[in-house]
């Protein structure tokens, strides 16, 4: 059973930055396309980012284009997002996962951003 272990959330003060990691325990990582989405209160879950299952190609979401980079690291079945120039709207809880099908969601961890 996959097991996807978010972390590196927190609370940061607008314009901050954060890196999340993500730890899958599953098989197979290195054959997946992963994102990473949130979800704010209220709100339904996104997408932010993902990237292909190489680490070359990569999709942002508009609010996010340009201070967000996925990246991922195959030997250690880990994807990481880098947060710039953090938002109060960046606020969520995120969560890794696969796409364009997600299996089974970790716990998340929790960003949030004070203006």
Known sequence: ????????????Q???????SC???GSG??????GWYR?????ERELVARVSSGG??????DS????????RDNAKNTVYLQMNSLKAEDTAVYYCNSFP???SWGQGTQVTVSS
């Open 1 to 12: 059973q996959v097991q996807l272990v978010e972390s590196g959330g927190g609370l940061v």
């Open 14 to 20: 607008a314009g901050g930055s954060l890196r999340l």
């Open 23 to 25: 730890a899958d325990s």
């Open 29 to 34: 990582f290195r054959f997946k396309i992963m």
């Open 39 to 43: 979800q704010a209160p209220g709100k």
């Open 56 to 61: 070359s190609i990569t999709y942002y979401a």
């Open 64 to 71: 996010v284009k340009g201070r967000f980079t996925i990246s």
């Open 101 to 103: 099908t997600p299996g």
